[in-house]
């Protein structure tokens, strides 16, 4: 049977059709991120949509004696309290997780969590001692670590060119300080915090160092290709956040679409091509096209129509118009933009003709369990051929593969992503779904409602 349900498993088989429309459910991620926001610079904010999204019940528990939830049909408003100073916290749930761990410490909360990997706490600590501050720990039983900063006093940012995997740590703990910061780095800065911030009354913008601002990067590169004379330098990109004072006392939040599961839909509509489907609801802020983007550059055609504005930026319609796409090398920087859907963009490539790389995701090893290694385990279930590298996977797509289990708990867009395989996978696929239940609860019924099945 399609879709038959065993105690926290989903079972997929192969599709021939997938068509219709999906309309994305707001972003987890963005509440959250938000919610954060909002705890960090105790302004409250109203946000919406809430519907299909029951892990604010989690966060809502947690967060208890730092925020107050008040939820009326489709709305959640967010106080700021904080009653208390601990705070207990899944280290695999936290979206944006270095920013939000930084605003956490820089509003002197002492926070758990379950588990702290020891390659993450010495990068945090890295981050914490460039910009003057110490980060204490605490080691309790069942493998948990609190976390707590003991000096802020001499907080800075050096006047370096900054990691832009850095660059989100150092916004969130800024906020909290009430600091204005200037961070340079050689890499330009797409994040959603970009447009959420203006909504709690604080100004973020990004320069460059061209002395010329109107001057197009390429032609400045081509003038440097046919001169061979660098006298500017490196294009250097300045991120100027100003946190001391808020212009706001209320924010209202509009959520855009669930970029990961969009992602993930993505994936599913490249392995089936037959059938029409629409995709709603699509962020199509650069931030949220990392699959999208990956998908055109494979030789794919995608149309996409706005429809609407969200707090976070322009959302809209995505409809997939040319498929038969080639394997391709991407190089995944910032990690950020790229972390949250590399699942769904690993299954595409499963798929495509050829051989894709991803290299720049070292930073996943840092987890527990390695984020790499978690993919790789994915990809030897589906039967792929995958090569593991330091920073990165080797895929050589193929056209068919046979159903296969994976009743291991797994994080939602790792999940979900390989759930999906599933529809191009002879015989049946099993997964398991407690995550994906977390996040995404309509996740079968959407499934199975969009795709037309083998018997």
Not at 381 to 388: D, H, N, Q, V
Request: with cysteine; aromatic share 8%; glycine share 6%.
């Amino acid at each position: 049977m399609h879709g038959k349900r065993s105690s926290k498993l989903i079972s997929i088989t192969s599709a021939k059709e997938m068509k219709g429309t999906i309309s994305l459910p707001p972003s987890s991620d963005c509440f959250f991120l938000s919610m954060i926001i909002s705890l960090g610079s105790k302004i409250p904010a109203k946000i919406s949509p809430i519907r299909d999204m029951p892990i604010i019940s989690w966060w809502e528990k947690a967060f208890s004696g730092h925020i107050l939830f008040k939820t009326t049909d489709d709305t959640v408003t967010i106080e700021p309290i904080s009653q208390s100073s601990n705070i207990v916290l899944s280290y695999e749930e936290i979206p944006y997780r270095d920013f939000s761990v930084f605003l956490l410490l820089g509003q002197k909360k002492t926070i758990v969590l379950d588990p702290l990997p020891k390659a993450r706490l010495e990068e945090w600590n890295r981050i914490l001692n460039d910009m003057g501050c110490t980060l204490k720990t605490i080691n309790s039983e069942n493998n948990k670590t609190a976390i707590y900063l003991d000096n802020t006093d001499n907080f800075r940012i050096k006047d370096t060119v900054k990691s832009i995997d850095d660059v989100h740590a150092i916004l969130g703990i800024a906020l909290s300080l009430k600091k204005k910061v200037t961070i340079a780095t050689e890499s330009m800065f797409f994040s959603p915090l970009r447009h959420v911030l203006p909504s709690f009354g604080y100004e973020i913008n990004v320069n460059t160092n061209l002395k010329n601002k109107n001057e197009d990067p390429l032609i400045r590169r081509m003038r440097f290709l046919q001169t061979g004379k660098k006298s500017d330098g490196n294009l250097i990109y300045y991120i100027e956040a100003d946190f001391t004072n808020s212009k706001a006392s209320y924010s209202e939040i509009t959520l855009c679409g669930d970029d990961t599961l969009g992602a993930i839909f993505t994936a599913a509509k490249t392995i089936v091509h037959k059938g029409s489907l629409i995709i709603e609801n699509v962020p199509l802020e650069s931030w949220g096209m990392a699959t999208l983007n990956f998908f055109r550059k494979m030789g794919g055609i995608i149309a996409t129509q706005e429809t609407h504005k969200t707090t976070f930026g322009s959302c809209g319609i995505v409809t997939l118009e040319k498929f038969g796409h080639f394997g391709k090398k991407i190089e995944c920087s910032p990690v950020f933009l790229y972390s949250s859907q590399l699942p769904a963009m690993v299954v595409l490539s499963c798929f495509a003709s050829g051989q894709s790389v991803f290299r720049g995701l070292s930073d996943l090893r840092k987890d527990e369990p390695d984020g790499l290694e978690q993919i790789i385990f994915c990809l030897k279930k589906i039967g792929a051929r995958c090569g593991e590298m330091p920073d990165g996977i080797v895929i050589d797509g193929q056209k068919q593969y046979d159903g296969f289990d994976l009743p291991e708990p797994l994080p939602a867009n790792l999940a979900a992503s390989f759930a999906v395989a599933g529809l191009k996978c002879m015989g049946q696929t099993n997964i398991n779904d407690s995550s994906i239940l977390r996040h995404w609860p309509r996740f079968e019924e959407i499934l199975k409602s969009s795709c037309i099945f083998r018997e």
